[in-house]
């Protein structure tokens, strides 16, 4: 932020490694291509050292305009293996491990910090393309369900015992 500050966001430019895209404003898009971005890794300034230093990515060339750009929409296929987790299984969990947990400060934790739409620890359950389509549209979720992933116990299990150090 800092090095934006520094330069101004006019000549700043974003890395969307998901998309594979680099952006400098709505007009100027530089796209890459999907295995290519999927190797992209950032590494500290000044960790660059040309023999040893960490895996490093060089530009070369020249950059071609397009007239048309294919879309590839990724889609996470195997939500159950990233998500393992029902809510119901999630609080058991949570409680096991932080016995001073109950079901209801895992709820409390969930809604206060968002996680439901926090990709990092859960995923919605559509029932259906159209239910999923009209939720981005409009940004109203209908009742589904959610599911979680290992980031979201140890998340949860943190705030509660953060929470209870306090009291």
């Not at 800092?2 to 998309?19: F, H, L, M, V």
């Not at 119901?88 to 949570?94: G, V």
């Given at each position: 932020?800092?090095?934006?500050?520094?330069?101004?966001?006019?000549?700043?430019?974003?890395?969307?490694?998901?998309?594979?895209?680099?952006?400098?404003?709505?007009t100027?898009?530089?796209?890459?291509?999907?295995?290519?971005?999927?190797?992209?890794?950032?590494?500290?300034?000044g960790?660059?050292?040309?023999?040893?230093?960490a895996?490093?990515?060089?530009?070369?060339?020249?950059?071609?305009?397009?007239?048309?750009?294919?879309?590839?929409?990724?889609?996470?296929?195997?939500?159950?293996?990233?998500?393992?987790?029902?809510?119901?299984?999630?609080?058991?969990?949570?409680?096991?491990?932080?016995?001073?947990?109950?079901?209801?400060?895992?709820?409390?934790?969930?809604?206060?910090?968002?996680?439901?739409?926090?990709?990092?620890?859960?995923?919605?359950v559509?029932?259906?393309?159209?239910?999923?389509?009209?939720?981005?549209?409009?940004?109203?979720?209908?009742?589904?369900?959610?599911?979680?992933?290992?980031?979201?116990?140890?998340?949860?299990?943190?705030?509660?015992?953060?929470?209870?150090?306090?009291?």
């Open positions: 932020m800092s090095k934006i500050g520094k330069a101004g966001p006019q000549n700043a430019a974003i890395s969307d490694t998901e998309r594979a895209v680099i952006e400098k404003d709505d100027r898009i530089l796209v890459l291509d999907e295995d290519l971005a999927g190797k992209i890794k950032i590494i500290k300034e960790q660059f050292v040309e023999k040893t230093g895996d490093t990515l060089k530009l070369i060339g020249d950059i071609v305009p397009v007239n048309k750009i294919e879309v590839i929409r990724r889609v996470k296929e195997n939500l159950i293996k990233s998500y393992p987790l029902s809510a119901l299984e999630l609080a058991e969990k949570i409680v096991n491990i932080c016995p001073i947990a109950k079901q209801n400060d895992v709820w409390k934790a969930i809604s206060d910090n968002d996680i439901k739409n926090n990709t990092d620890y859960s995923a919605y559509f029932r259906n393309k159209k239910q999923e389509d009209t939720y981005r549209e409009t940004g109203v979720l209908p009742s589904v369900p959610s599911i979680y992933n290992e980031n979201a116990v140890t998340f949860i299990v943190k705030i509660i015992e953060v929470k209870n150090d306090g009291i």
